[in-house]
């Protein structure tokens, strides 16, 4: 029925054209976005997945940060480590020189004294950010009475959610006691470089005193040698003396060896960190890019229908004109 109050294919071709024009907006939307799932309303589950795991990304992306400190610390305090291990090896190798019959001892021993202040001079200067892993207060001192104490110095390693959406953060620990310090700060004398030895009763920081070879008697009295008949064997002060240092450089290689384990680890963590955000933001981009083959290829097609559903409302439109010619005849 042809009816001029009602054009019904107009009408059809009219509700066609809003449709592919809506069609054509979303697409268009992703083309210039990238995404197909941009706001909560094209997909609310995506969506909030998505934010979430954004938002875990960024605090993983400080995370790299942090891991990025903590290895600075680590590697400052090793470096310091293996000088002050090549300092302790040279006076090792300075007291085994002074057994030779007629040696200068006392040019060696202003040798050893420089090498004793390098130590502390190293020890000093293994700082980063504000922290020294090689100089610590690792002692509760009561009285005349030293108890060791560990400070436990933390790396943050990552962050975790779990599937009931707990957060946290795990961390890298690292202790700093008498196996691993090399001064104690606290003055209980607890570090590897200035703990007491031998009997107690001498602090063997490396001080002249301890270390003089210029008077062998005094510090085999020092440290309790046994008096042979006769004078004091300078050769037994020299072993004790020796043996002292070898023990001193056998527990920093130790500690040497632990932080080059921590070394390791943190470079480990920050590979797999940097490997999860990009895992992370693959799989987000999964749930929400758009593929760009698809859209385009969408894109050009509504392109397509939008003016055919034009050129039809066009056509719809001028049937009203068509009755009037009938009128006309």
Do not use: C
């Not at 953060?169 to 008498?178: M, S």
């Not at 955000?277 to 758009?290: E, F, H, M, S, Y």
């Not at 392109?303 to 009755?323: G, H, K, P, R, V």
């Amino acid at each position: 029925m042809a009816s001029i109050l009602t054009n019904a294919a107009a009408m059809a071709a009219l509700q066609t054209l809003r449709s592919i024009d809506r069609s054509f907006e979303t697409t268009q939307a992703r083309v210039s976005s990238g995404l197909k799932v941009e706001t909560a309303a094209d997909n609310a589950a995506y969506w909030s997945i998505a934010t979430t795991m954004r938002s875990d990304n960024r605090a993983l992306a400080t995370v790299q940060d942090a891991l990025g400190l903590g290895a600075a610390k680590i590697d400052t305090a090793y470096a310091a480590m293996e000088s002050a291990i090549e300092v302790v090896q040279e006076i090792k190798s300075k007291l085994v020189a002074a057994y030779g019959v007629g040696t200068d001892r006392s040019k060696i021993q202003e040798e050893i004294n420089q090498l004793q202040q390098q130590l502390k001079s190293i020890s000093e200067s293994a700082s980063f950010s504000g922290e020294n892993w090689l100089q610590e207060d690792i002692s509760d001192v009561t009285g005349t009475t030293a108890t060791p104490v560990t400070v436990t110095k933390q790396v943050v390693a990552s962050f975790i959610r779990n599937a009931s959406g707990t957060v946290g953060v795990t961390t890298v620990d690292y202790p700093l006691n008498e196996d691993t310090v090399l001064f104690d700060t606290g003055g209980g004398n607890l570090g590897i470089l200035d703990k007491l030895a031998m009997n107690g009763t001498t602090s063997l920081d490396f001080s002249v005193v301890t270390l003089d070879i210029t008077d062998l008697g005094t510090v085999a009295l020092q440290l309790d040698i046994a008096e042979p008949p006769g004078p004091h064997d300078d050769v037994d002060a020299l072993d004790a003396m020796t043996q002292f240092v070898d023990e001193q450089l056998e527990a920093m290689t130790s500690a040497a060896s632990s932080l080059g384990s921590i070394q390791s680890r943190i470079d480990m963590q920050e590979d797999f960190v940097a490997t999860l955000i990009d895992t992370i933001d693959t799989g987000v981009g999964r749930l929400v890019d758009a593929d760009m083959n698809e859209e385009s290829t969408r894109l050009k097609a509504l392109q397509t229908q939008q003016q055919l559903a034009i050129q039809s409302l066009s056509i719809a439109n001028t049937n009203s004109q068509n009755i009037l010619q009938l009128f006309q005849q």
